[in-house]
């Protein structure tokens, strides 16, 4: 387990939530915030993180729709005892079980209204983190299509399955969602206006049958390159990111 000088302190969601993370390995950033977002779960439905790291994106999800059931799998024990301690002190209640996606805890082997996943995303065979916690968290081991295949196995009919991942991702993921998985949308997410997106976030429904949709670009940051130690987001993506916004409510 981590110790406490181990950990920093950080904010989140403009200092709403305020959650521990270890200094050296996976930190999380912008992504599990924008997953959180995109999630259209309502009050009072469960909700499962596949590979909950610390517990942000369960935590930010949680903070934006009050009473929700949270439960988190981490492949990692450190990260899931961290999670566990954010979930205290923030006040947001998170099921953290310890497990990976094949051998999925006898206690998650339910369903769920929804499933949110941030996926490694850097590809095997390059430099890894010379941290361990840090390689295992980022880069890809476990396939897309089992990511998939496992949020699928734990949605209830017409449960909804949002998941970002690096743009190279995508046509695994949407390859891996026929047939169980339709109603899909994809959200590209562009560093800056014009700019090529490198992440994506894809949204399906279990059972659902709507046309496939592309939505427009999300774009996070302002202006045609960085000027300066500052943030620089658009007013959209500082909603999502400061305020808690639904990244998604325009598109539904």
């Not at 924008?34 to 909700?47: H, K």
């Not at 990976?100 to 983190?129: C, E, Q, T, W």
């Not at 339709?182 to 399906?204: D, F, H, M």
Request: proline share 8%; hydrophobic share 45%.
């Amino acid at each position: 387990m981590f110790a406490d000088e181990e950990l920093s302190d950080d904010k989140f969601l403009c200092g709403r939530l305020r959650l521990l993370q270890p200094l050296k390995g996976y930190r999380a950033a912008t992504d599990p915030v924008l997953l959180a977002a995109a999630c259209p779960a309502e009050p009072g439905q469960s909700v499962l993180d596949l590979g909950c790291g610390a517990g942000a994106a369960a935590l930010c999800l949680g903070h934006r729709v009050p009473g929700l059931g949270l439960a988190g799998l981490e492949l990692q024990p450190a990260y899931a005892d961290v999670a566990r301690r954010n979930s205290r002190r923030n006040g947001i209640p998170v099921e953290v079980h310890e497990g990976d996606l094949s051998h999925m805890p006898k206690a998650l082997r339910r369903d769920f209204d929804h499933v949110i996943a941030n996926p490694p995303y850097y590809r095997a065979g390059g430099s890894p983190s010379p941290v361990a916690a840090r390689a295992r968290a980022m880069q890809v081991d476990t396939p897309l299509a089992d990511w998939v295949a496992a949020a699928t196995r734990r949605l209830c009919p017409g449960g909804w399955l949002t998941l970002i991942c690096g743009a190279d991702g995508l046509p695994e993921v949407l390859a891996a969602l026929s047939p169980k998985l339709g109603s899909a949308a994809v959200l590209p997410l562009a560093p800056r206006e014009g700019r090529a997106a490198l992440r994506v976030i894809v949204q399906a429904r279990k059972g659902g049958r709507a046309p496939f949709r592309l939505l427009a670009p999300f774009v996070i940051h302002a202006g045609a390159a960085h000027d300066g130690d500052r943030e620089s987001y658009t007013p959209a993506a500082n909603a999502v990111l400061r305020d808690g916004a639904d990244l998604l409510a325009a598109f539904r």
